[in-house]
């Protein structure tokens, strides 16, 4: 409900008459805080024999901030576009701390035999109630009065984040015994922690290189996008909402049908035949600027974007070096949030000389060289089968009797 709410932030600060580079550094300056503080909170964790109430804290710390937002234009007569920017950017900080102890959760409460089963499950659940939300939502939001529309919007989609807040609380994490924590290298420095965990899982590294290429890219012309469609293209708030529950259903689609292609053909060689299609979007959208047409290239690409997603989960959870798992997982989120905060600004910025639709194609360029390092720099020995993804498609397909 508060991700159905939380994808018109964009949308409420243009409509108050904020400038692209506000958006811009909505999507910036959430990263700049991660590079801080992801790899003392992975230290903080790894001497943690119980981080679930981490977790839990964390998460509520990164939703409570919509209720100001809410309640902003109530107090607030000037400057609502920059102090909403301000609040969503502080609410990045709690965020961070939780995205720091979530992935060691799901790796702790869920056996790896089941985890592709568990997260296309999760993410199918998930998409399907934002593309049912969304789509509701841009209608009201159309129909009902700025900005009391915006604040009910957030209102109920915080109502919704807090429930959740609770039901993550009830998660059961297993409790690891002092003397079994991983890190208790007290002594060692976090360089020589992230040292140890590349020694012991070299392809680690590769994965880390490889997905920083890939998406430099997509940070660049990530904030370009709703630009584009509402300054541009002049996309009302029911086409934002129509096009989030567009790639929300392909998104649902798309799990259901590249869980089985994981299973039969492994998630490397899935992940190598679903790149190239996720690579052509922001070309796509460069090319044919149609309000229209962006709902059919939405919704191919997004069908193809959980044969990426998923299976560079599965590849990443299983490479993760055990013995430096937080830190592993930390040094890799501060690479990934240094491309994240560095790309939007220049995208923005590039954008205002170049214009937006040279920009896509730029970022497409980039993202295309990414793709391509995954192919001569691989995780495995799998290549993709013509032969094991037609089994895998035949499998989709109801049984004759």
Known sequence: MLAAAGAFNATYILRWGGSRTLVGLLSSVPALIAVFLFMPAARILERQHRYGPFVVWSLFGSRIGYLLIALMPLFLRRWIPEATTFVLIAMSAPAVLFATGWNPLLADVVPEQVRATVFSWRSILSSATIAALTYVAGLWLDRAAFPGNYQWLFAVGLAGGLLSVYLVARIKIPEVEPAQVPLLHRKSSLIEGVREGLRERPEFGRLTINTLVFNLGAWMVGPLYIIFFVQELGAADSWVGLYTTVIHVAIVAGYWVWRRISI???????????????????????????????????????????????????????????????????????????????????????????????????????????????????????????????????DLLPVRR
């Open 264 to 394: 039969r053909m492994g998630d490397f060689p899935s992940l190598l035949v679903a790149l190239p299609v996720v690579t052509a979007f922001p070309f796509l959208v460069a090319l044919l600027p149609n309000l229209s047409l962006i709902l059919a290239i939405g919704l191919l690409i997004h069908f193809f974007l959980p044969g990426v997603d998923l299976n560079h989960s599965l590849i990443f959870m299983a490479r993760v070096p055990p013995s430096r798992r937080h830190t592993s997982i930390a040094f890799y989120s501060v690479v990934m949030n240094l491309g994240a905060f560095a790309c939007p600004i220049a995208g923005v910025a590039l954008a205002g000389v170049i214009g937006i639709r040279w920009t896509l194609v730029l970022g497409g360029v980039l993202r295309a060289l990414g793709m391509l390092l995954f192919y001569r720099y691989p995780m495995d020995d799998r290549r993709p089968s013509l032969r094991a993804l037609g089994s895998a498609l035949r």
